[in-house]
C-alpha cells in the first residue's frame, strides 16, 4: 500500500506529517515480516517455543501440530490458516482504522488538514462495508488467543520439567499484550456491558465495564506494543530454531 500524496493546503505550520509517515512506516514494515515469516514455513518452532504466527498449528504438515484438522494434502505454510484471524481483527479494529485512514489515505491527515479525496463515503462502500464485521473476528481472536495462551504455559515445559527460560518470558510478554489489546477492544468493553441501559440491575457487569473502560483509554497504546511483541517473539523462536542464538536458561 501506499500513501495518497497531492498537495494540501492548510495554516498549520507544525510538523503534522510526522505521525502519519511513522504509522505508514510501522505498518509497512509489519506487513512485510508477517508475509515474509508465513512464507517460511521453518523455524517456527524451538521447543518448547512456538511462534505466535504459527499458532494454532492445525495441518498435519506443521513442525508442532496441535490441532491436526487439515490432513496432509495441505503442502503450504501452516501460518496461512490462522493468519487471518489476527489480521482481520487488527484490520477492522476501530483504533487501527484511524491510524491507516488518516495515514495511507489522508482520510484526514490531521486535524485542519484537508482530505485527500474531494468526496468522503465512508464505510457506507465495499470493501469498507465489511467493518462492521470487527465484532466477530473478535470471537474469533479470542480463540486465537486461548491457543497463544496454551502455547506459552507449554514453553515453560521442558524435557526435564519446568523451567524458565528467555524464550518463556518472551512468549508471557506476548500473550499478556495481546491480551491486553484484545480485552481493551471497543468490541469487548460493549458486549460486556457498554450496551445495556442501565447497570442498576447489573452490579457485576458495571465493574467489568468499568475496568474495561479503563483499559480501552490506552487501547491504543496496546494496540501498538503487541504488534512488535508478536514480531519479537517470531524473531526470538526463529533465531533458536536456526541456531543463531541459544536461549538463556533461568532456572
Given at each position: ?10 495554516e ?16 509497512t ?26 499458532s ?27 493468519l ?13 482504522r ?26 457506507t ?23 497463544l495462551?496454551w ?11 519446568f ?7 518472551v ?39 468499568r ?18 511483541s ?7 523462536v ?14
Open positions: 500500500m501506499s500513501t495518497i500524496v497531492r498537495s494540501t493546503p492548510t498549520r505550520v507544525d510538523r503534522w506529517w510526522i505521525e502519519p509517515l511513522l504509522i505508514v512506516s510501522v505498518l514494515f509489519f506487513s512485510i515480516y508477517a508475509l515474509w515469516a508465513t512464507l517460511q514455513n521453518g523455524f517456527y518452532y524451538a521447543a518448547p517455543y512456538l511462534s505466535p504466527f504459527y494454532p498449528c492445525l495441518a498435519q504438515n506443521c513442525a508442532h501440530p496441535e490441532l491436526p484438522l487439515i490432513g496432509s494434502w495441505w503442502n503450504l505454510s501452516p501460518a496461512f490458516l490462522v487471518g484471524v489476527p489480521l482481520g481483527f487488527r484490520v477492522t479494529c476501530y483504533y487501527y484511524k491510524a491507516y485512514y488518516r495515514s495511507f489515505f489522508w482520510s484526514p491527515p490531521a486535524c485542519a488538514v484537508p482530505d485527500a479525496r474531494p468526496r468522503f463515503s465512508g464505510e462502500v465495499f470493501p469498507f462495508l465489511l467493518q462492521n464485521i470487527h465484532r466477530y473476528f473478535f470471537w474469533l481472536a479470542l480463540v486465537v488467543l486461548a491457543f495462551w502455547d506459552t504455559l507449554l514453553g515453560f515445559r521442558f524435557p526435564n520439567g523451567g524458565v527460560g528467555l524464550g518463556s518470558l512468549l508471557l510478554a506476548n500473550v499478556g499484550l495481546l491480551s491486553l489489546y484484545s480485552l481493551s477492544c471497543h468490541s469487548c468493553r460493549h458486549l460486556c456491558g457498554g450496551y445495556l441501559d442501565s447497570f442498576a440491575r447489573s452490579p457485576l457487569r458495571y465493574r467489568l465495564w475496568t474495561l473502560t479503563r483499559l480501552n483509554a490506552r487501547h491504543g497504546l496496546f494496540a501498538w506494543l503487541s504488534l512488535f508478536v514480531i519479537a517473539a517470531d524473531l526470538y526463529r533465531l533458536v530454531a536456526m541456531g543463531a542464538i541459544q536461549d538463556i536458561r533461568l532456572f
